[in-house]
């Protein structure tokens, strides 16, 4: 199994021919690594190219499928805590933690403003743009912050996912 943090066809010629000849799988991690059909004709035995991530239009399926070589990849694995971490952006980011932790933590912190709670979460909109598994985790999150919450998808939800949520599609 080879490893391929980044695969442009020149970084492969770290390895000599015969070591390429005998690679039967590889792993990706990251939307860095990317296998072309260029990548594929110097490994002739590859049989499963694995990526650590939820797409894999880094991989050249056609290239893949014309060889008979699987793919395996992730998906929904991270939903969860992509999703989370979007929640804490939004709430440092309309609350001013990072900003308010700097200042309340500074030596030059004299005296307290109230305007540096910024804006109220609870109950405002939130709009997501791409539906997938992210973003209805997100929107589910938001569900807990009575918001009212619009989206757009290339493709309109079920309206049984949409309902979960209480989304509404723009």
């Known amino acids: 199994v080879l490893r391929l943090p980044n695969t442009e066809d020149e970084s492969l010629d770290s390895l000599d021919s015969d070591s390429l000849a005998k690679v039967e799988g590889t792993i990706l991690y990251?939307?860095?690594?990317?296998?072309?059909?260029?990548?594929?004709?110097?490994?002739?035995?590859?049989?499963?190219?694995?990526?650590?991530?939820?797409?894999f239009n880094h991989i050249d399926r056609a290239a893949c499928k014309a060889r008979n070589i699987s793919i395996g990849y992730t998906p929904g694995v991270v939903s969860g805590?992509?999703?989370?971490?979007?929640?804490?952006?939004?709430?440092?980011?309309?609350r001013h933690i990072v900003l308010g932790h700097k200042i309340y933590t500074s030596h030059d912190f004299t005296e307290y403003d109230a305007n540096w709670f910024g804006r109220e979460v609870y109950g405002s909109t939130i709009g997501i743009v791409g539906m997938g598994g992210i973003g209805f985790a997100v929107a589910r999150r938001a569900v807990g912050f009575d918001m009212k919450v619009l989206y757009h998808n290339r493709h309109r939800r079920d309206t049984s996912i949409e309902q979960q949520v209480g989304a509404e599609y723009v």
């Open 81 to 94: 805590a992509t999703a989370d971490m979007a929640w804490g952006l939004i709430l440092a980011a309309s």
């Open 30 to 55: 990251g939307y860095n690594a990317e296998i072309s059909a260029a990548v594929l004709e110097r490994l002739p035995a590859l049989r499963t190219v694995s990526t650590v991530s939820v797409g």
